[in-house]
């Protein structure tokens, strides 16, 4: 009986074991998951310093849906230095946003061109956006050489619209009619060197954004060239099927306006 009673005592200790053993095992497997889980969905690093900054929240935003979201964010407090971490399906413009806390009347926001891996952004609570210097991806990389030309020609607009203004003081006609040439001119090569460098960077997600940002109203033959010479990869990510979608509805637009002037016609004549 003695036995008995010993034997039970002793299944009834390793059944005990097995169970906290099995318990254990579920909570290692659950931790595990997590972990797995949370380096799964973060495979972008967004990291650097703001020169000045004591105080405020810095957030890493994208855009979805339409709507500019917050996927990100981290509270400033005496060490200027961030990181910031997010998951993206395809190269993309990000913002990094500051949210002052030092009674400035204004905050800022700057774009950048994300990638997966890691992206530094190093810039000054004074100058947030014109001293940023932001290193990572390739995009943007080009972005940043597509942005110093069209500063060029954002420039030789400016001189025009201050002729502009003492033309019409002047009332000058002629220097108007010249004016206006000029800028009907410019906005065509500003258009003419978007597409040529969209097409020279066909390898780059960069380039169906500038179709998409830059010369959306342009000729829709410039349209389909762009996204016709873009590399598989490239028509396949997120700039590359918004183009493809808009081209499409480009196209009904165009259809629908034919078919409405033919109807026109037919109706006057």
């Given amino acids: 009986m003695i ?135 390739k995009n943007q990389e080009k972005l940043v050489e597509y942005r110093k030309m069209m500063s060029r020609f954002n420039d030789s607009n400016l001189d025009i619209i201050k002729e502009n203004f003492e033309a019409q003081k002047a009332e000058d006609e002629e220097k108007l009619i010249e004016l206006d040439n000029r800028y009907e001119r410019l906005l065509k090569r500003k258009y003419l060197y978007t597409v040529n460098f969209a097409l020279n960077n066909k390898n780059l997600e960069l380039a169906p954004y500038l179709a998409l940002s830059e010369v959306f109203d342009a000729n829709i033959k410039y349209l389909d060239t762009i996204y016709n010479s873009l590399e598989k990869d490239v028509q396949k990510s997120k700039y590359g099927k918004q183009l493809k979608r808009f081209l499409k509805e480009r196209r009904k637009e165009e259809k629908l306006e034919e078919k409405i002037e033919a109807d026109n016609e037919e109706n006057n004549s």
């Fill in 3 to 137: 036995r008995k009673i010993e034997n039970y005592k002793i299944f009834a200790l390793l059944k005990n074991l097995y169970n906290t053993m099995k318990k254990i095992s579920l909570l290692l497997l659950t931790v595990l998951s997590i972990i797995a889980c949370s380096q799964k969905e973060t495979n972008l690093k967004v990291s650097g310093n703001i020169k000045g900054l004591k105080k405020g929240t810095l957030y890493l935003q994208m855009i979805e849906d339409t709507s500019l979201v917050n996927v990100d964010s981290v509270t400033i407090n005496g060490d200027s230095n961030f990181l910031l971490q997010a998951n993206i399906d395809s190269p993309q413009i990000m913002y990094l946003y500051l949210n002052k806390v030092d009674n400035s009347e204004f905050d800022d926001r700057l774009d950048f061109f994300a990638d997966e891996g890691e992206t530094k952004i190093n810039t000054s609570l004074e100058k947030f956006e014109s001293d940023a210097k932001i290193t990572g991806s």
